[in-house]
């Protein structure tokens, strides 16, 4: 089951999108195509929102889109209070959907509206999180 690899976050042991974690794994930041009415679903998800079709396809997002809104975060909840405080940001994707994800950017420098893309990370350095994605400045790599 890939969502052992998410660590602190609480999944239940069997969906149909279980693959979206080993996707990440390998770097590649992948939502759900509908097959009947080609509705695009970020994070991804197994049945439409549209028309309820559970026939689904994967495809590459490129991660990029525009920041939305963020917030920091002082007091984290338990698990968390020890990377206290961070920032969180949703991004609207270019190709669809929203994607919420921590933001790897001064505070100082985060607006509403900025360039930001998605990072797929491996953090093996702490062991409860594996793996996650983190929001940066346009174009990194």
């Not at 042991?13 to 509908?34: I, Q, S, W």
């Not at 990377?83 to 509403?112: K, M």
Request: hydrophobic share 35%; net charge negative.
């Amino acid at each position: 089951m890939p969502f052992h690899y998410f660590g602190k976050v609480s999944f239940v042991p069997y969906t149909k999108v279980a693959e979206f974690a080993d996707y990440l794994k390998n770097g590649k930041l992948m939502g759900t195509r509908c097959k009947n009415c080609r509705e695009i679903s970020f994070p991804p998800r197994a049945d439409c929102l549209s028309c309820l079709s559970d026939e689904f396809e994967w495809f590459e997002c490129s991660g990029k889109g525009r920041l939305h809104t963020y917030t920091i975060i002082f007091a984290a909840p338990t698990g968390f209070d020890d990377i206290a405080p961070y920032s969180l940001g949703v991004l609207d994707l270019d190709d669809g959907g929203r994607l919420l994800g921590w933001i790897n950017i001064p505070e100082e420098e985060i607006t509403i509206g900025m360039r930001l893309q998605a990072v797929p990370k491996i953090f093996e350095e702490v062991p409860e999180i594996k793996l996650y994605y983190s929001l940066e400045k346009a174009n990194t790599t």
